[in-house]
């Protein structure tokens, strides 16, 4: 089956910085993209990645490994703001979205 | 980046009636629009795939019978919940874009059904 992994929560400190891990294992593989979801809202673009590497965007950047079928969100500077849930997504080999549960991320101050 | 709107944002709704949600691309043509809906701490599921003049493609799992989508022009896809009940209540969520090698999805703003 097709399984996405992401840890249910996590919390950090204002101004920190913070990286949520995401492991997955799909029927083929075009691109991994991070979603940011705040409560009660639906999720927006966050990154894409499709080749391995690091992609960097402000504050945020997101790592790709696709032997190990395995990415990270990068969040720098956090803050109050940043609190919110990070969806990790992959389009498999169907062009099809396959979803994480997502991480609640809590800031503190 | 190209603007989904959804509408109703909220609706309450009693046991055995219908609601009517609609999707629209603002500012561009969406052959395929998505259809997701989310439980409280849970991730999205994907209901349905929604395609321009043509039947929409349901999840496994999910009753085409209870759940009507119509996708009639290039800008509009709707959801029609049949017979609702309690357990319909969640938050529904369209996107557009992002078909086959495309690579991204533009959101509503979502939809809160509560049915009595």
């Known amino acids: 089956g097709q399984n996405i992994d992401q840890p249910t929560e996590m919390t950090a400190t204002e101004g920190a910085i913070v990286q949520i891990n995401c492991t997955y294992q799909t029927s083929g593989f075009n691109g991994l993209f991070w979603y940011q979801q705040h409560a009660g809202e639906a999720p927006t673009f966050l990154s894409y990645?499709?080749l391995d590497g690091l992609e960097e965007k402000g504050r945020f950047s997101s790592f790709l490994s696709r032997s190990k079928g395995y990415s990270y969100l990068l969040l720098k500077e956090l803050q109050m703001k940043d609190s919110a849930s990070y969806l990790c997504a992959v389009k498999d080999s169907n062009y099809q979205l396959i979803w994480g549960a997502g991480t609640k991320l809590i800031i503190k101050p | 980046g190209a603007v989904v709107s959804q509408h109703p944002s909220r609706v309450i709704c009693k046991s055995g009636t219908s609601v009517k949600i609609e999707c629209r691309s603002l500012d561009f043509q969406a052959t395929t629009m998505f259809w997701y809906r989310q439980f409280p701490k849970k991730s999205l599921m994907l209901m349905a795939t929604?395609?321009?003049?043509?039947?929409?493609?349901?999840e496994q799992g999910v009753e085409k019978d209870k759940f009507l989508i119509n996708h009639a022009s290039l800008t509009l896809s709707t959801l029609t919940v049949t017979s609702a009940h309690p357990e319909d209540s969640s938050f529904y969520i369209c996107?557009?874009?992002?078909?086959?090698?495309?690579?991204?999805?533009?959101f509503g703003p979502g939809t809160r059904l509560t049915v009595t």
């Open positions: 929604s395609n321009e003049g043509s039947k929409a493609t349901y």
């Open positions: 996107s557009a874009g992002g078909g086959g090698s495309s690579y991204e999805q533009y």
């Open positions: 990645n499709v």
